[in-house]
């Protein structure tokens, strides 16, 4: 035996658990993950199989065996989720929600559709036709109506960020910041559970004409042959954790091995599977695939970054989800953690704190604290942008300089990705500091620019100039890329 295993206990954030322990005798620096094999120190409980087991619209009776629900809850769910996509599974419905505290649960919040995300008018409408009976068709005709009124592609996603070459438009990318290319691989338009603030839900109600995806590895592999200068691929969804390591390898592979793509050289993949499936990473059939192509592409020098999208420390306290993210970090991929600000989820800098804190103890790295889209059920979940900043300044003075790699408050608005540094007074006048992250011109990154102070203001295009000036200086340059 070349370790020992030491057990003992420890406490945290998350409160009491164990933890299993190598010690490697005068082998600092031995490989944890070997690729040939599984990882021998497997923390035996997080790998209880369980299966996975999906939680719909169809079968949502069933919620009752888990906790209390009310009849009023379940049919506001009902009707709720008759315009809104709503998927969870068993993993999730066990692990992460406290039942004694639903429905103020964080995370029974995030995944079960509450009455406050529709308006008053529109649940009503639905509502009305479920009392009446009223046929499916009947029902979908309104939902369908409801939906086109929620914004379904915010911020120019469809008509500005999709590539087109010799007139035709590649669907399935986006190619917004000159560095980094988004692709939607079409078998990853789905997840383990919806979250039910997702900006992305368009994607999940079976409107064929409002997907964004792509089929085409081949589209995809010419396109970055044809643009040097792109150092980034990022990989989303839906979650591209739900594809099958199989179809994940004709996406990637074709990243080392072929000499036209070795431009790219950040691999990053978006996905909320650390939270709503971890076994993805663990006792899945083809987890230690998974795995061993992570560390092929990190062995061939690739930086394999995993975007993780945490909403609450609630997310990270079982024993899967840190086995998880052990054996990702092994095969030398690094985790990311980010996520939207959300009233009645984690409106609180000490969620936050907690969370960070919780992440950088794990290895983990946050990243980005987004601003809640101006799209879906948003006049639930969304906050001023002052109350944003807020909640991050009261969380990042909590927490060391580990966890200040994070930035934000941050919107992804269609003149780019604009930070929001604070609130401050400028020459006798109240301001919103902000600046961008990532602007459609580069030119416009890290150049603080000032907003008239606004206290309800929730997205970049509610705010007006300060100082009398009458447009933002982006703003000439944003019409030569939107005309
Ligand atoms: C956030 C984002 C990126 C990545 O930006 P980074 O600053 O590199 O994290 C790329 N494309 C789009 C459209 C984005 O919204
Ligand atoms: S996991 Fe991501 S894409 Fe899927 S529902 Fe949640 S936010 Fe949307």
């Given at each position: 035996m070349w370790y020992k295993r030491r057990t003992f206990k420890m406490v945290n954030d998350l409160g009491r658990f164990t933890v299993n322990v190598h010690t490697i005798p005068g082998a600092a620096t031995q490989r944890e993950w070997p690729s040939e094999n599984r990882p021998r120190d497997l923390n035996e409980s997080?790998?209880?199989?369980?299966?996975?087991?999906?939680?719909?619209?169809?079968?949502?009776?069933?919620?009752?065996?888990?906790?209390?629900?009310?009849?009023?809850?379940?049919f506001a769910m009902k009707v709720v989720s008759a315009v809104l996509p709503f998927r969870t599974n068993s993993y999730v419905i066990e692990n992460?929600?406290?039942?004694?505290?639903?429905?103020?649960?964080?995370?029974?919040?995030?995944?079960?559709?509450?009455?406050?995300?529709?308006?008053?008018?529109?649940?009503?409408?639905?509502?009305?036709l479920m009392v009446q009976d009223a046929t499916p068709q009947e029902i979908d005709r309104a939902a369908a109506d409801i939906r086109t009124k929620l914004n379904p592609h915010p911020a120019g996603q469809r008509e500005f960020n999709i590539p087109r070459e010799e007139g035709e438009t590649l669907e399935g990318l986006q190619h917004k910041y000159r560095e980094t290319i988004l692709f939607f691989p079409s078998q990853g338009q789905t997840c383990h559970a919806y979250c039910t603030f997702c900006f992305r839900w368009a994607q999940f109600v079976g409107e064929k004409e409002l997907k964004i995806s792509s089929k085409d590895a081949v589209n995809l592999h010419r396109y970055i042959a044809a643009h040097p200068k792109i150092s980034d691929i990022l990989f989303t969804g839906g979650d591209p954790m739900i594809m099958k390591t199989r179809v994940m390898e004709g996406y990637m592979r074709a990243l080392i091995d072929d000499p036209a793509l070795a431009h790219v050289q950040n691999i990053r993949i978006g996905t909320k599977a650390l939270t709503f499936w971890p076994h993805r990473f663990v006792n899945d059939e083809d987890a230690d695939d998974l795995l061993r192509l992570m560390e092929d592409l990190v062995r061939a020098g690739r930086h394999v970054a995993i975007m993780a999208h945490f909403n609450h420390w609630q997310e990270m306290r079982t024993e899967v989800v840190q086995e998880a993210i052990r054996r990702i970090r092994s095969t030398g991929a690094v985790i990311r953690s980010q996520a939207p600000l959300l009233a009645n989820i984690n409106n609180d800098p000490d969620i936050w704190a907690r969370m960070w804190r919780e992440q950088v103890r794990q290895g983990v790295i946050p990243y980005y604290m987004f601003v809640e889209r101006d799209t879906g059920p948003k006049q639930y979940f969304e906050l001023p942008l002052v109350r944003c900043w807020e909640v991050f300044q009261g969380a990042i003075q909590q927490v060391s300089g580990l966890s200040r790699t994070v930035r934000g408050p941050s919107m992804s608005a269609t003149p780019g990705k604009v930070e929001v540094l604070g609130v401050q007074e400028v020459a006798g006048e109240r301001v919103i500091v902000l600046r961008f992250l990532q602007g459609r011109d580069p030119d416009w990154c890290a150049r603080p620019f000032f907003a008239r102070y606004d206290p309800k203001a929730t997205w970049l295009d509610q705010l007006e100039p300060a100082f009398g000036e009458d447009k933002f200086f982006f703003e000439d340059g944003l019409r030569a890329f939107t005309a």
């Open positions: 997080a790998r209880q199989v369980t299966k996975f087991k999906a939680l719909t619209r169809r079968n949502l009776d069933s919620i009752s065996q888990y906790g209390n629900v009310s009849d009023d809850d379940l992460l929600i406290d039942w004694d505290r639903v429905p103020d649960d964080p995370v029974y919040r995030l995944v079960f559709p509450q009455r406050g995300m529709l308006e008053e008018g529109d649940f009503r409408r639905i509502a009305d």
